[in-house]
């Protein structure tokens, strides 16, 4: 094994691993705290059974990720080649980034006991905020180029200045249904995984290092949480945790310079989140029908007789096959 195989294996188990403990840590503070999930009237009628469930779990696998990837940095500044991994810590900051705004709305509805948390007109302007400055650094530090790769082909547009807005929007809205995608146990986790699974086959083909650190981070995340989020979830992530994931995801395409690629490798958090705002459009435009049965999308399959453990596996699944479009659009 090279030294690149094993930096990868230590770093997903020993991410795994600091998950599992962590979340079996938290899970009782959270519960003693009574920080536990409020299912709304809005929601599946058949969720009411989930309040209470400790939720703001994300905690666990943050931390567990930014110990490893501490100890990962603190030994390529020792080798001196700590300048080579500025993309990968941007792309980390921008995550946790993504993650504080999860947890001020876990906070605020949980502690404060405000039903709604944050507002979505604050957590929206927080988020482009956030991703502005992600943008921003990218691109003055020089790892963000204006031009575009054309999925499938070997083209490339210059978009010039007008590539940072759509790049600043395409990063909100991915983050934003990797949240919705966390609607039933073990969702958000799975998927994700999936996606971990196909940046470390991308980064072993490349020898990328630091977009293998990233698929460790999303695999041995992921696993460790569904060692408590698969059904019947003991721990929810929270917006804590699901904003972090679905901005590691799309952020880890830009660092990768595939913005576009990176679409299709969202596209079930694009799905999700599409469906919801369809659903929204279209009872207003017919004046009281539904599109979907209830969005998001799983809450439809839900409505149609479906297991959660049946859409997982159905939704991971599709993921899967998103992925292989992404690798031959490449």
Not at 237 to 261: C, H, K, N, P
Request: aromatic letters at 12%; charged letters at 10%; a neutral charge.
């Amino acid at each position: 094994m090279n030294e690149f195989t094993i930096t990868f294996a230590v770093a997903t188990v020993a991410i795994f691993l600091l998950t599992v403990v962590a979340e079996r840590v938290l899970i009782p503070i959270l519960r003693s705290h009574k920080l536990g999930q409020k299912i709304l009237d809005i929601g599946p009628r058949w969720h009411k059974s989930k309040e209470g469930t400790p939720t703001m779990g994300g905690i666990g696998f943050i931390l567990a990720a930014m110990v490893v990837m501490a100890v990962f940095f603190i030994i390529h500044a020792v080798k001196g080649d700590s300048a080579d991994y500025i993309p990968l810590s941007l792309t980390l900051a921008f995550a946790v980034g993504n993650g504080a705004i999860g947890f001020v709305d876990d906070y605020c509805k949980l502690v404060k006991k405000q039903n709604e948390g944050l507002t979505w007109l604050q957590k929206l302007i927080l988020q482009l905020v956030i991703s502005s400055a992600y943008v921003c650094v990218m691109s003055y530090t020089g790892y963000m180029s204006t031009a575009l790769n054309l999925p499938f082909t070997d083209y490339t547009i210059d978009f010039g200045w007008m590539w940072y807005p759509i790049a600043v929007l395409v990063l909100t809205g991915v983050v934003n249904g990797g949240n919705i995608t966390d609607g039933i146990d073990g969702l958000a986790a799975s998927v994700s995984c999936v996606i971990g699974g196909f940046f470390a086959i991308l980064a072993f083909a490349w020898a990328d290092d630091s977009l293998s650190m990233v698929a460790a981070i999303l695999i041995g995340a992921s696993l460790g949480f569904l060692v408590y989020n698969f059904h019947p979830a003991r721990v929810f992530m929270g917006d804590t945790g699901s904003l972090f994931l679905g901005a590691l995801v799309i952020a880890a395409a830009f660092q990768i310079e595939e913005g576009a690629v990176g679409l299709i490798i969202s596209m079930v958090f694009i799905l999700e989140m599409l469906s919801s705002l369809l659903q929204v459009v279209y009872f207003k435009l017919t004046h009281g029908k539904r599109l979907f049965k209830m969005a998001p999308l799983h809450h439809h399959f839900e409505k149609c007789g479906w297991s959660e453990n049946r859409i997982v596996a159905v939704f991971s699944l599709v993921e899967a096959l998103f992925c292989v479009a992404a690798w031959f659009a490449i």
